[in-house]
């Protein structure tokens, strides 16, 4: 594992990683062709990149009437407003790679107002959006929005833990200033 800067903190060389981390690069760099500059900052603390990983894979794994689509244009949205370079980079080449459309996702990230997405993709985006600046002020009328597109309670309840745990993400790579993977553009081409 190369071991340039790409944190604030330090990164663990592959060798001093504990065993099961060491099993968990290897397992991203045999999935994704590289590893992925967020686990090598999570690896400066071990306990907190396992229960990340944990907390990704249980959202990530389970069966949503929340496409994947539909959750990394949320995440690039928030991700956007937050300023958070890694999370906008990474989940927009996960976008081009699902979708193979190379400018919406970087369009949502600029201004999703002018975005050309669907009229559920935007209310999704509204209120993964409300909850990450007014946590406050979500009411009943924010979830009747999502029933009119077709979401269940259930799916509701997706949105709002993505939104929660890649805001904290966002918050965390913001934090640590990791640098956005060179792979990442090249994915979606």
Request: charged share 25%; glycine share 4%.
């Amino acid at each position: 594992m190369e071991n340039k800067k790409i944190s604030r903190y330090p990164v663990p060389s592959f060798e001093k990683m504990p065993r099961d981390i060491q099993e968990m690069v290897k397992g991203a760099e045999k999935s994704y062709g590289f590893i992925p500059n967020v686990i090598k900052a999570l690896a400066h603390r071990p306990a907190e990149l396992r229960a990340f990983m944990t907390y990704n894979e249980a959202l990530t794994n389970k069966e949503s009437w929340l496409t994947p689509e539909e959750r990394e244009l949320m995440i690039v949205a928030f991700s956007g407003y937050n300023g958070c370079l890694y999370c906008v980079a990474s989940h927009s080449a996960a976008y081009r790679w699902m979708s193979w459309n190379i400018s919406k996702a970087d369009q949502v990230a600029v201004n999703y107002h002018e975005a050309n997405i669907t009229p559920r993709e935007k209310v999704i985006i509204e209120f993964s959006m409300k909850l990450t600046k007014n946590p406050a002020e979500m009411n009943e009328d924010d979830f009747e929005k999502l029933r009119k597109q077709g979401l269940s309670d259930e799916d509701i309840w997706d949105v709002a833990w993505f939104t929660a745990f890649f805001n904290l993400s966002n918050r965390m790579m913001i934090f640590l200033a990791v640098k956005p993977d060179e792979e990442f553009y090249s994915m979606g081409k």
